[in-house]
């Protein structure tokens, strides 16, 4: 709710509900714990926070509207219990500080990270390098501090930082300039063979695309059934295509992925952009 989350960008903290009557503020995870059971039995999440969540981490989370904010930890679990908290029945109760929490705008925010978004988890790790050394970049551009170091042993090449559905979202970009459609509602997590059709803005005709990243091999063969009524475009971020070549099977090399990323730079999201540069800056 809008208040609560009002609540929370004034007084720089970050949680979740599962108040309990009668227990004051407290740091004390035990004290809290034994009341709590009492009266919800359990809460694995408010656990999770005290086990997880420490100084110096980086948090997203996002607002009522769907606008995203980047926080700085400044401080671990505690139960915060306030009267503007009660008086207004605002619920968050099991909280963490923060050092800031950063307005993101929506191309700034990795795919990795909307895509962890979801509705059944209040909170939750966020895997990938890529995630983190990008979110560290981030934090240290919006507060204008430099107080992450970013790794840069991962970072081989602006592939290497891309993730899955920033790589989708470039190949999909790519494709538009070639004259082909996007269908939206075909981009679904269980299609299995591909992650998109297209449809020609020349001749109307027809194509699935499918892409990988990191060591997952593309078997042309694996899609030699599809190729009589549809155009197949391939594209694996380490170029690890095996199988035998077909005429309607085109696997996309890195170099005009990474020509269309100088050429098109305008045009691309913040996210993708500024690890373009963050690559640049390490490589020299």
């Given at each position: 709710?809008?208040?609560?989350?009002?609540y929370?960008?004034?007084?720089?903290?970050?949680?979740?509900?599962?108040?309990?009557?009668?227990?004051?503020?407290?740091?004390?995870?035990?004290?809290?714990?034994?009341?709590a059971?009492?009266?919800?039995?359990?809460?694995?999440?408010?656990?999770?926070?005290?086990?997880?969540?420490?100084?110096?981490?980086?948090?997203?989370?996002?607002?009522?509207?769907?606008?995203?904010?980047?926080?700085?930890?400044?401080?671990?679990?505690?139960?915060?219990?306030?009267?503007?908290?009660?008086?207004?029945?605002?619920?968050?109760?099991?909280v963490?500080?923060c050092?800031?929490?950063?307005?993101?705008?929506?191309?700034?925010?990795?795919?990795?990270?909307?895509?962890?978004?979801?509705?059944?988890?209040s909170?939750?790790?966020?895997?990938?390098?890529?995630?983190?050394?990008?979110?560290?970049?981030?934090?240290?551009?919006?507060?204008?501090?430099?107080?992450?170091?970013?790794?840069s042993?991962k970072?081989?090449?602006?592939?290497?930082?891309?993730?899955?559905?920033e790589?989708?979202?470039?190949?999909?970009?790519?494709?538009?300039t070639?004259?082909?459609?996007?269908?939206?509602?075909?981009?679904?997590?269980?299609?299995?063979?591909?992650?998109?059709?297209?449809?020609?803005?020349?001749?109307?005709?027809?194509?699935?695309?499918?892409?990988?990243?990191?060591?997952?091999?593309?078997?042309?063969?694996?899609?030699?059934?599809?190729?009589?009524?549809?155009?197949?475009?391939?594209?694996?971020?380490?170029?690890?295509?095996?199988?035998?070549?077909?005429?309607?099977?085109?696997?996309?090399?890195?170099?005009?992925?990474?020509?269309?990323?100088?050429?098109?730079?305008?045009?691309?999201?913040?996210?993708?952009?500024?690890?373009?540069?963050?690559?640049k800056?390490?490589k020299?």
């Amino acid at each position: 709710m809008k208040n609560t989350f009002d609540y929370c960008l004034r007084e720089n903290l970050l949680g979740v509900g599962w108040r309990v009557p009668g227990l004051q503020s407290t740091k004390n995870w035990n004290d809290y714990y034994k009341e709590a059971i009492k009266t919800h039995g359990k809460v694995n999440v408010c656990k999770y926070i005290n086990k997880w969540v420490e100084e110096y981490d980086l948090v997203w989370t996002r607002d009522q509207n769907g606008k995203y904010y980047l926080a700085k930890v400044e401080s671990g679990w505690e139960y915060l219990n306030t009267k503007e908290a009660k008086d207004k029945d605002i619920d968050i109760a099991n909280v963490f500080r923060c050092e800031n929490i950063l307005p993101v705008e929506i191309d700034e925010v990795p795919g990795k990270v909307i895509a962890s978004f979801r509705a059944k988890r209040s909170i939750q790790k966020v895997t990938g390098f890529q995630t983190l050394e990008y979110s560290k970049f981030l934090w240290n551009k919006l507060s204008g501090k430099d107080t992450y170091d970013i790794n840069s042993t991962k970072i081989k090449d602006v592939f290497s930082m891309l993730d899955d559905e920033e790589t989708e979202d470039l190949i999909f970009l790519y494709l538009q300039t070639k004259d082909w459609f996007i269908v939206p509602n075909s981009r679904k997590g269980d299609t299995m063979k591909y992650e998109f059709y297209l449809i020609s803005k020349i001749d109307h005709s027809k194509a699935l695309v499918q892409v990988k990243t990191g060591n997952s091999i593309l078997n042309r063969e694996e899609y030699l059934d599809l190729d009589n009524q549809h155009l197949v475009y391939l594209f694996q971020s380490n170029e690890k295509y095996v199988g035998k070549q077909s005429n309607n099977i085109v696997c996309l090399s890195r170099d005009e992925i990474r020509s269309f990323i100088e050429e098109s730079f305008p045009i691309l999201p913040k996210a993708i952009k500024f690890k373009y540069n963050l690559v640049k800056s390490i490589k020299g």
